[in-house]
C-alpha cells in the first residue's frame, strides 16, 4: 500500500514536471522567432533591383513520380519565380499517369524547363534519390535547388530570397521549411503533432549552430552550393535512404559545411498527404527514415506519452476522483498537475499552429493526435532494422533494401 501510495505522488511530481516543460517552451518559441524569424516576402531587396551580376546560376531540381494533380502547378510556379539566372528539371521517375506528358508540355512552351524521363531504378538505389541524381547529372547551374512536386510557389521571391539568405549567412546548404496545407480533418490534427516531433529533436537554434551536431533538412525545399553538393558524395552515400534529406545534413554537418534552417511565411506550401491512411504512411515513413536507432524512436515514444498523453489522463483521473468525493491531496494533486500542464500545452500550441500553417482551432484535438501519433511511432519501430517493410511512391523498402 505504502509502495502504491509512493508511485502516485511520484506520477504527481512527474505531470508537474511536464506542466514546467510546457511553461519553458513558451520561452523557446519567443526565441524562436526573435533569433530565427521565418523567411518572408520582401526580407530582401526584389532581384530585379540587384546587380545580375551577384546571381550565380541555380538548377531546380523536382523529382516526380504520379503527380499528375500537382506537377502543373509546381512547374509553372517555379518557373514564375523572379530570379533572374535559373533552369528547372523535372525528372519524370517512372509515373504511370501523365506526370511525363504534363511536364513535356510545359516544357514546349518554356525552353528553361527540361524533362528527364526514368524509366527503370538503378540497382541499389531508392526513387527519389535515384532521380535526383540523374536531375544532377543534366544540370548546368552552380547551385543546386531540391524541390519536392507537391510545393506551390506561393511567391515569386521564394528562389532569390533562399539565396540571398543563404549568401548573408555564409551558409552553402540552406532548407527552407514549408508551410502546411492540410484540407482534411484528420490531416490538420496530426501534421503538426507529427512535426513537433521533428522539431524537438531538430531545434533549428542547434541545427544552425555549427558547434551542435544537430542536423536536419526537409527535401521540400534545399538549395545547396554544387561544391557542397559534391563535397558529401552527392546523392551516392544516401542512394538507399528513404529521407535522403536529413542524412545529407548529416554528411554536410560532419562535414564541416555550414548548415542551416529557416521558416518560412509566404513563400511556398506543401500537401504532404491526403486523407487518414496516406497520412499514417507518410509519418510511418519520416520516423523510421530519420532516426538512426530504436533507442530515438523509444525515446519520442515515451516523450509523446508523458507531455502529450500524460497530463489529460491525469487531470481527468483527479476530476473523476474529486467529484466522487476524494478530498485528500492525492486527488487534488493530480487534478491541479494535470490540468496546469495541460493548460500551459494548449498555450504553447496556440503560438505553434500558425507557424505550421493549421488553424489555431485544431489545438483543442492534440489529445487525439497524440494517441494516434504515439501508435505511428509504435509502427516506426516495427520497421526500423528491417523487419517490416515500407510502400511509398509504388515501391516497397525493408531496411535499406528494394524489395518490390
Not at 10 to 29: D, N, Q, Y
Not at 69 to 77: H, N, P, S, W
Not at 98 to 114: F, K, V
Not at 335 to 341: D, M, N, V
Request: aromatic share 12%; glycine share 8%; proline share 4%.
Amino acid at each position: 500500500m505504502i509502495l502504491l501510495y509512493s508511485l502516485a505522488w511520484f506520477a504527481v511530481g512527474l505531470v508537474s514536471l511536464t506542466a514546467l516543460v510546457w511553461l519553458v517552451r513558451h520561452r523557446e518559441v519567443s526565441l524562436a522567432v526573435r533569433e530565427d524569424p521565418p523567411l518572408r516576402p520582401g526580407d530582401y531587396r526584389p532581384a530585379a533591383e540587384c546587380d545580375t551580376a551577384d546571381w550565380p546560376m541555380i538548377s531546380v531540381l523536382v523529382a516526380a513520380k504520379d503527380e499528375q494533380a500537382v506537377i502543373e502547378k509546381c512547374l509553372r510556379t517555379v518557373l514564375d519565380q523572379d530570379y533572374p539566372n535559373f533552369e528547372v528539371i523535372c525528372i519524370n521517375d517512372r509515373s504511370g499517369d501523365d506526370t511525363g506528358r504534363i511536364a513535356d508540355s510545359i516544357a514546349a512552351a518554356d525552353q528553361r524547363l527540361r524533362v528527364v524521363h526514368v524509366t527503370e531504378l538503378a540497382d541499389g538505389w531508392f526513387g527519389k534519390n535515384n532521380a535526383m541524381r540523374l536531375g544532377v547529372e543534366a544540370a548546368r547551374g552552380d547551385w543546386f535547388c531540391f524541390i519536392d512536386a507537391d510545393c506551390t510557389q506561393v511567391s515569386r521571391q521564394s528562389l532569390s530570397l533562399a539565396y540571398q539568405h543563404a549568401r548573408e549567412h555564409g551558409s552553402p546548404f540552406l532548407s527552407v521549411l514549408p508551410q502546411l496545407v492540410a484540407d482534411g480533418f484528420w490531416e490538420q490534427v496530426l501534421q503538426p503533432v507529427c512535426g513537433g516531433i521533428m522539431v524537438f529533436w531538430f531545434r533549428p537554434k542547434r541545427v544552425n549552430n555549427p558547434k551542435s551536431r544537430a542536423a536536419y533538412a526537409n527535401g521540400a525545399f534545399m538549395l545547396m552550393d554544387k561544391k557542397a553538393y559534391w563535397q558529401i558524395g552527392g546523392h551516392e552515400p544516401v542512394k538507399a535512404e528513404v529521407n535522403e534529406d536529413i542524412h545529407m545534413a548529416r554528411l554536410a554537418k560532419a562535414d564541416g559545411i555550414r548548415l542551416r534552417v529557416v521558416q518560412n511565411q509566404g513563400l511556398y506550401t506543401t500537401h504532404m498527404y491526403h486523407g487518414f491512411k496516406a497520412t499514417w504512411r507518410g509519418w510511418t515513413r519520416i520516423f523510421y527514415g530519420s532516426f538512426v536507432s530504436r533507442g530515438r524512436l523509444f525515446a519520442s515514444l515515451a516523450m509523446m506519452v508523458l507531455m502529450g498523453v500524460f497530463p489529460y489522463l491525469s487531470f481527468i483521473g483527479g476530476l473523476i476522483a474529486v467529484l466522487a468525493g476524494a478530498t485528500g491531496p492525492l486527488a487534488w494533486g493530480f487534478l491541479i498537475a494535470g490540468g496546469a500542464s495541460a493548460f500551459f500545452q494548449q498555450t504553447v500550441l496556440l503560438r505553434f499552429y500558425p507557424l505550421t500553417g493549421i488553424p489555431t482551432r485544431y489545438v483543442v484535438t492534440y489529445i487525439l493526435a497524440a494517441f494516434i501519433c504515439t501508435a505511428i511511432i509504435i509502427n516506426a519501430i516495427r520497421k526500423v532494422g528491417g523487419r517490416s517493410a515500407v510502400t511509398w511512391r509504388g515501391t516497397t523498402y525493408k531496411g535499406k533494401q528494394r524489395v518490390g
